[in-house]
């Protein structure tokens, strides 16, 4: 059984950091790009980061890049997103996500994304 589940998540002030964790079971990460997602209330679900399966293939949204990093362990099947310089507007549930492909880039789009965890809720707050 393929399984995601996110970890990191909690309350920060503006300004502060929080590194996310996805921890991938019942399937070969290599295999997989993954994304991050999140989705505030009343809002649609977005597309925060992606990564290729290797890693070598990063992609950002705009309102992140530069304050994001998207990182993998294939050997420890996880996957992270470190959240530095966060804001009231980064407050979300975060899902992470992974898609089998064999291609070297990966794709914001959830959509494309078949595995989702159960996501973890960041709150950006003073």
């Known amino acids: 059984q393929k399984q995601l589940v996110e970890s990191g998540g909690g309350l920060v002030q503006p300004g502060g950091s929080l590194r996310l964790s996805c921890l991938t079971s019942?399937?070969?990460?290599?295999?997989?790009?993954i994304g991050w997602f999140r989705q505030a209330p009343g809002k649609e679900r977005e597309g925060v980061s992606c990564?290729?399966?290797?890693?070598?293939?990063?992609n950002y949204a705009d309102s992140v890049k530069g304050r994001f990093t998207i990182s993998r362990d294939n050997a420890k099947n996880t996957v992270y997103l470190q959240m530095n310089s966060l804001k009231p507007e980064d407050t979300a549930v975060y899902y992470c996500a992974a898609t089998l492909t064999i291609s070297g880039n990966c794709v914001q789009e959830a959509s494309q994304y078949n595995y989702w965890g159960q996501g973890t809720q960041v709150t950006v707050s003073s």
């Open positions: 019942g399937f070969t990460l290599d295999y997989y790009a």
């Open positions: 990564i290729s399966r290797s890693g070598g293939r990063t």
